[in-house]
């Protein structure tokens, strides 16, 4: 018998807001100001206590705090967390347990005390080790810091530890690219996220960007270092398991994998997403906001929507192709769906995909144009050949 989705466990995301300085790329909901923090606890453990008050004891195995700069947090301040999470979840015995830790932030004290509160995973925001390229993104740390911030993780008992980088930055080499990968490597993570830097609106970079000052990268080295990126990791041992992201043999991270494969999270604090079977909402980007709600007792939240049958259908092909595969009996099955047959013989032939029992495997070549592939084997839903078949849903 199928699973009800409710009772399988989902993730917790628990947003902390706070940045010791703004890193000019950066936009994600984050503040310089604490003076708010100690109303910013007792807010999140009011939102997780009403959210319990109608959604009793839902089973959870992953946590993750991110932000912002979690590893501001002083232990004291994630056991009070971790209580209210316990009195309102029932949580795994196996839970993964990820804190985002700023390389410029970290004390071996307090990692050690985070270790005896049961976090069992830390992703570190390294994004370089050339201390040019750190000061270029405004980062807080050095490359020393960050070497020393993971020694330090490794010495109190941490195991399972990712490394986020950034490539594509203005002139940046390839060569410097596939260097900072060398270094990343021989510190042994479980785990790496590989991001291209973004020129997200809103962001200072995005002004120095349209003003002129500053010169993104071309997409022929993006894609280059893409694709060094593919080859230096897999040869060396980890895992392509998502488009970004790779990890050494089951250190895939549980948490981001609830949301790439549509399953179940709640997240708190401001700006955190939640998705509960076909319902997703998401809280207010302002701290003043979030504790005034909270304060009155009402849930922070910014906005909702219900997610159609063909946004479902748009996600499962997305998520599923950044993954590196695409199951065309499941999207049969779940969605009377198939794609284009002459795109599929089209794409097999230049080389995107391997075909074997209905399920098509991004090839490294596939992988560098994935999401154009998944607007692809769209078009025919788009038009309205699927959208057709769910107009009464
Ligand atoms: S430390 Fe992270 S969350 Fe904070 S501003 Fe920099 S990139 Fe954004």
């Known amino acids: 018998m199928e699973q009800n989705r409710i009772d399988s466990p989902l993730g917790i995301y628990v ?14 909901y984050s503040i310089e100001n604490h003076s708010q923090r100690d109303e910013f606890i007792a807010s999140l453990v009011s939102e997780i206590g009403h959210f319990s008050s109608t959604h009793p004891k839902l ?22 967390l971790l209580k209210a999470l316990h009195e309102a979840f029932d949580i795994s015995d196996q839970v993964e347990f990820t804190m985002e830790c700023n390389p410029g932030t970290v004390d071996t004290a307090h990692l050690s005390e985070y270790r005896q509160l049961g976090v069992n995973r830390i992703s570190f925001g390294v994004q370089s080790f050339f201390d040019d390229e750190l000061k270029f993104l405004q980062r807080i740390h050095t490359s020393q810091e960050a070497v020393e911030a993971f020694d330090k993780a490794r010495k ?141 007792k009402v849930l922070p939240i910014a906005s909702r929507e219900t997610l159609t049958q063909s946004q479902i259908l748009d996600e499962f092909v997305f998520l599923n192709l950044r993954q590196g595969k695409l199951d065309l009996n499941q999207l049969h099955a779940k969605f009377m769906f198939d794609p284009d047959a002459e795109f599929v013989s089209k794409a097999l032939e230049a080389g995107y995909f391997k075909r074997s029992d209905g399920i098509l495997y991004l090839s490294n ?22 959208l057709a078949i769910t107009a009464g849903e």
């Not at 089973?59 to 009070?80: C, H, N, R, W, Y």
């Open 156 to 296: 109190v008992g941490f195991e399972n530890i990712n490394i986020d980088l950034m490539y594509a930055l203005p002139d940046q080499p390839v060569e410097r690219h596939l260097t900072n990968l060398g270094r990343a490597i021989l510190l042994n993570p479980t785990h790496l996220s590989i991001y291209a830097l973004i020129v997200e609106q809103g962001t200072s970079l995005y002004s120095a960007v349209a003003g002129g000052e500053i010169q993104p990268a071309d997409d022929e080295t993006e894609a280059a270092m893409y694709e060094a990126t593919m080859s230096f990791l897999t040869g060396t041992g980890y895992t392509h398991y998502e488009v970004s992201n790779y990890s050494k043999p089951g250190r895939e991270c549980r948490h981001n994998l609830k949301y790439w494969n549509s399953q179940d999270y709640i997240g708190f604090g401001p700006s955190a997403h939640s998705h509960l079977e076909k319902d997703r909402w998401w809280n207010v980007s302002s701290l003043k906001d979030y504790i005034s709600r909270t304060h009155d």
């Open 59 to 80: 089973k959870a195995d992953t946590i993750f705090l991110g932000g912002g700069t979690p590893s501001f947090l002083k232990p004291q301040e994630v056991e009070q």
């Open 15 to 28: 947003h902390i807001p706070f940045c010791e300085k703004k890193c000019f790329y950066c936009d994600f």
């Open 365 to 386: 070549k596939g992988f560098t144009v994935c999401d154009e592939i998944a607007k692809e084997i769209l078009t025919k839903a788009i038009e309205g050949r699927y």
